[in-house]
């Protein structure tokens, strides 16, 4: 595949659900096959987490970032960058970062139209272990919030269940009912569950992972970059 064939990727989903580690490790896979690469940070409204922070580790892997015009400064409200129209003119692969739920996704109202006038995956990351989505229904319903407010609509689901650094095999895999039964109530497809890639090469956990991996179930594991600055 060409870069003129370029695929345009749009992470959402609730607050803290982990979009922008999934955005950044799916950033440099796209890189590691040989791709050229626009990660764009959208969120402009949690500055704690954003995948622009990390800038210089994709910058090594050939990664352009295109970030909020003060970003990681001290100023509160950060405004859209100035290159943003570069994401939909040039040829690169593009992962964007949106902003949590509803309020997050707003921005992406702006460019609706020109979204909508190309092939684009909008990959909803879904978090069992995150207040307000415990249950699959709570994560359905968020799902048409952001879907209203972007004017976009979803096309995959990516169940990244976890509870940070107390994150465990059974922890990952007693939310797989959870990844499956969000993707039943929407009718869209379970992309992936990802796995933090020490979790992933352990071999103490490799044979539970392979029982639970069947045709409803792939692995995509990650690394964990993206953490609070406390952590």
Sequence with gaps: MSNSQREFYIICGHYGVGKSNFSINLA???????????LMDLDLVNPYFLSSGYEELMNG???????PLYANSNVDIPALPADINVAFEDDADVVMDVGGDDAGSTVLGRFQERI????YKMIY??????N???TPKEAAELLGE???ASRCHATAIVNNSHL???TKAETIINALDFGQEVGNILNLPLLATTVPKSIYEDESNKAVL??????????YPVDIIVKAPWE
């Design 146 to 148: 952001i879907e209203q």
């Design 132 to 134: 307000l989505t415990h």
């Design 61 to 67: 892997y050939g990664i352009r970032v295109i970030k």
């Design 28 to 38: 440099i896979e796209r890189a590691k096959m040989g791709r050229k690469v626009i």
């Design 125 to 130: 990351v879904v978090n069992k272990y995150r």
């Design 164 to 166: 940070k650094a107390e």
């Design 210 to 219: 392979s029982e639970n991996e069947t045709k409803a179930v792939k692995w």
């Design 116 to 119: 909508n006038s190309m092939e």
